[in-house]
């Protein structure tokens, strides 16, 4: 790693929200905590693949022994911010065995007719795996709020819920990462105009998309209630500045690395005697 | 890809069981139809990602627009075979969002209680999908016939009903292909030994994997077997040799880029009138 400039700070001390985080007061097109262009970004991120991949493994043999260890990684963001870049470019890293990713797309009629949780609660992480869900639970005090699709009350009875479904996946040993990309809303204007543009990205465009810009600084005051009523400790909300693809990838990168290092995996000891297998197979 | 020593004939063309295919005059440790050493392979391996990532993104498009498309690779092998390898260094190039993998171990007690293609229908992969199966409905042809869990008349049974599904599959826009990474007795004792050394491996090790061991023959015979019976033009058997897992990752990625580019995939073409949407984003 000599040579490839890496982050000053840790992105989760910086990334992290802590009292009185403003939205607004931060810029999508910063790079917090680090110094580096956008070469020395893909380099690091390259360059760190495997050590990601390596404690994913770990993370994964622990539960061959009865580990209950577990990530859960939460992304959200406004459409064009990235999200599908993350899942190919930082979990691609990883053993696809050890990945369990989850798309949230608008719920079905049958989902509808249940609790809100109900259908999150069937894609939790199993142990030794490393959960995605791209959208999440929190659309349900996202856009529900900006379209007032759920009365004020209902809201709060959202974030509480939340709130214990999020205290009851950790006591379980899950490790969850709760992520926001972070765009402005001219760079999402330059990205639906790249996706009409290019006939390999087209069918990415929805005119939905023109709509739900409308309702910008709406979203950005749900997601700011959002982190307001369900930021803890234990289940922290960071934000990324996402108007730089590469910054995204390495700071959300950073984050996985910080939570796996967090778990203090070991590669499990076994009660084989291994003299005795070893005379077994050259026996074989 | 100049200099990248490539295939000299298609590995479909060598590797597909054709009449009178014999495992047994199948050298484990050979390279069919590649002249290039494992520097070459890696090389070809990483040079191809990007092509086999596209195409890839390209059925998971028409999907969105009403293809029913999808690839499904059957994975067989003995243990220590590699399966794992392909998922990672194969599979792993794609966008995890559009790869459907799963790893079929021995049946719950729920599973045994059903036929045996019920847990197997219920993961068969999503139009635009590339769906894996790491060991698959073929166990029931294979660990059963080598242990008689199942009576001949049973077996041939199994054998029309697998035909059958696969069948259904292929009429439903599946291309099915089947891989058996092949490896040698002496090969798989080197592979067990190295788990035994490694403390990175050794939670892979499984004591009963040497017990499987000694009916070794018969599994050999159990996939003739199968091969005879279940290989046919719409689904075809391919034969990897596996002692090289170099060789058995781009025998592998070549078998999907085949597949892939034989489905005839193009961009979806949009209704969307483009102009009138760029005017509208523009103005959002």
């Known amino acids: 790693m000599a040579g490839v400039a890496t982050f000053d700070k840790h992105p989760s001390d910086i990334l992290k929200i802590g009292k009185g985080f403003s939205l607004k007061d931060l810029d999508p097109g910063s790079t917090p905590g680090y ?37 859960l990684l939460v992304l959200q963001a406004m459409d064009t911010a990235g ?58 005090v996202l856009i529900h709020r900006v379209h007032r699709w759920a009365k004020p009350e209902e809201l709060e009875r959202r974030y509480r819920a939340i709130n214990e479904f999020e205290a009851r996946q950790t006591a379980a040993g899950t490790k969850i990462v709760k992520v926001m990309l972070h765009i402005s809303r001219d760079e999402q204007k330059e990205r639906l105009l790249a996706r009409l543009d290019d006939p390999a990205k087209l069918w990415k465009y929805s005119s939905n998309d023109i709509k739900e ?21 234990l289940a922290p909300w960071h934000v990324v500045p996402a108007n730089r693809k590469w910054y995204a990838r390495i700071a959300v990168q950073q ?19 291994v003299e005795m297998e070893r005379e077994l197979v050259e026996r074989s």
């Open 35 to 71: 110094a580096g262009d956008k070469a020395d970004g893909e380099t690091l991120l390259a360059e760190l693949d495997d050590k990601l991949s390596r404690l994913q493994e770990k993370l994964f043999a622990e539960s061959r022994f009865g580990g209950t260890k577990r990530i």
């Open 83 to 140: 999200k599908g870049g993350i899942v190919t470019h930082v979990m691609g890293a990883m053993n696809p065995d050890g990945v369990q990713l989850k798309s949230f797309k608008a719920p079905t009629p049958e989902e509808k007719s249940y609790d809100f949780l109900w259908r999150i609660e069937k894609e939790v992480p199993a142990a030794g795996m490393v959960g995605v869900f791209d959208r999440s639970h929190y659309e349900d």
């Open 213 to 233: 810009r409308a309702f910008w600084a709406d979203y950005m005051d749900a997601y700011q209630k959002a982190f307001d009523k369900t930021s803890s400790e």
């Open 255 to 273: 984050l996985l690395l910080q939570a796996l290092e967090g778990l203090k995996l070991e590669w499990p000891v076994s009660d084989l005697d």
